[in-house]
């Protein structure tokens, strides 16, 4: 996949040549550094439990496998002992020391600010606990991902999630009642919806993708032969967002890749749109037509769609300018348009804006819309240093994979309300926590040298 100049590690797969870089304050003098030693080496041992926690709670959260065993409380069980484990480690304030921690800790305060302006306080406080609740699963990754093998078990773990989704929906589908989409499950859960379900599988490709080109022996094949369910689902969903989305981080990697790798994914991109042309129904191959016009009518149910999404953009943009500084209170877009139509005599909408940037202006006015993109932008520019200068080729491709994701997710948001939680909060997670801890690689590798010339 992506190349650069640098060497890998003596054999790939393994992690030899990573050591835990938190167990030794190497700023510290002699004298000063022993007792601290031995403590951050205890708490180095004690947090590699908690480690794999959070990569089960990783799974759970990211492939919503708990919604379809809502009996199992997962996240009800490993939160506590996660929080525990923050506590035990000393890493409850890890979070204050990623660029973006700090943002999303802003994010949420402005949202807890906006809650007393609200159009409805009640419900704009239950958003208020979705943030919350996002923030802290970007404390446990700050807390519990420490090192660049930890980074690729993260993305590892996400990549394994999302296949299992595009796997599940081809097994169990689901859906909107009526809809010839496919969903994952039913009635509320989340990927039901055929556009969340595509999101977070082409989400997770890029990390398939990267977890396929660093693996060895029979794990190779394997991993790339799960792009297949994953674009099979993607495929059935319908879902155009999707489809522009994917096409946005491919794009991005052509940028950086080779010549052969270009070829590549030309050809493959090729392969899959005539796969699709015979084994997509009709009424899912002519849903993507309407990027161009409705001109039939299993096409017209799409084409009223795109309609109302424009006129939804149109709403939601107007709400921002009416209230600039608060919104009308996180979620209640809905309640605030259908008040405003209701004394303009006018037939409410009662729908979601279906942008999460305008989600957010509208909600929480324009500072929390600033916050939200510096989030993503720092997401995806923070990474670019790492891609171009780490020393290590997989770092640099795992940068590259992940700079893919967060392009995907910011293209995808675009056309969905999704702006609180979720799958966006893993994703900066994971990005924060790699660049802080490729910096501290870094960081140290440079004392090294300074103490070796010495």
Aim: hydrophobic share 50%; net charge positive; proline share 4%.
């Amino acid at each position: 996949m992506y190349q650069g100049q640098g060497t890998m590690p003596a054999a790939a797969g393994e992690y030899a040549a990573y050591p835990d870089s938190s167990a030794v304050d190497l700023v510290s003098t002699p004298s000063e550094q022993r007792p601290r030693t031995v403590r951050q080496s205890s708490r180095a041992q004690l947090y590699k439990p908690f480690h794999y926690l959070l990569l089960l709670y990783l799974f759970f959260y990211c492939s919503r496998i708990a919604e379809l065993i809502p009996y199992l409380h997962i996240g009800m069980v490993l939160q506590p002992v996660l929080l525990i484990g923050m506590i035990m480690t000393g890493r409850v304030k890890a979070i204050l020391g990623m660029p973006l921690g700090k943002i999303l800790i802003a994010f949420t305060a402005w949202i807890m600010f906006c809650v007393p302006f609200s159009t409805w306080r009640g419900g704009s406080f239950q958003i208020f606990l979705v943030v919350v609740q996002a923030l802290v699963l970007v404390a446990f990754m700050a807390a519990f991902i420490r090192t660049i093998p930890d980074c690729f078990r993260v993305m590892f773990t996400v990549a394994l999630a999302m296949a299992a989704i595009g796997i599940l929906s081809l097994v169990v589908g689901g859906g909107k009642v009526g809809s010839s989409r496919l969903g994952l499950g039913a009635g509320g859960d989340t990927l039901a919806d055929a556009n969340f379900l595509c999101l977070y599988i082409v989400i997770g490709l890029p990390f398939l993708w990267l977890a396929a080109s660093v693996k060895t022996g029979f794990m190779k094949p394997i991993l790339f032969a799960l792009t297949l369910p994953m674009l099979a689902g993607a495929g059935r969903t319908g879902s155009r967002m999707g489809l522009l989305a994917l096409m946005a981080g491919l794009l991005l990697f052509l940028i950086f890749a080779s010549v052969k790798q270009r070829l590549i994914v030309i050809t493959g991109g090729i392969v899959f749109v005539i796969l699709a042309l015979f084994f997509l129904p009709q009424k899912i191959r002519e849903r993507f037509t309407t990027y161009f016009g409705a001109d039939s009518a299993q096409s017209l149910e799409a084409a009223e769609s795109a309609n109302a999404r424009k006129v939804m953009l149109i709403r939601s943009l107007e709400l921002t300018a009416e209230h600039p500084l608060f919104g009308v209170g996180p979620g209640e877009f809905q309640d605030a348009e259908a008040s405003e139509a209701k004394q303009a005599g006018k037939q409410a909408m009662w729908r979601f804006t279906h942008n999460s940037y305008t989600q957010v202006s509208s909600e929480t006015g324009i500072p929390g819309l600033i916050l939200f993109v510096m989030a993503l932008f720092g997401a995806y520019r923070g990474l670019s240093p790492v891609r171009r200068r780490d020393p290590d080729v997989r770092v640099r491709r795992a940068a590259l994979f992940t700079q893919m994701a967060v392009v995907i997710t910011a293209v995808g948001i675009f056309f969905l309300s999704v702006a609180y939680g979720g799958i966006i909060a893993v994703i900066i997670g994971i990005s924060g926590s790699f660049q802080a801890v490729a910096a501290n690689q870094a960081r140290q590798a440079r004392l090294r040298a300074a103490e070796n010339a010495r």
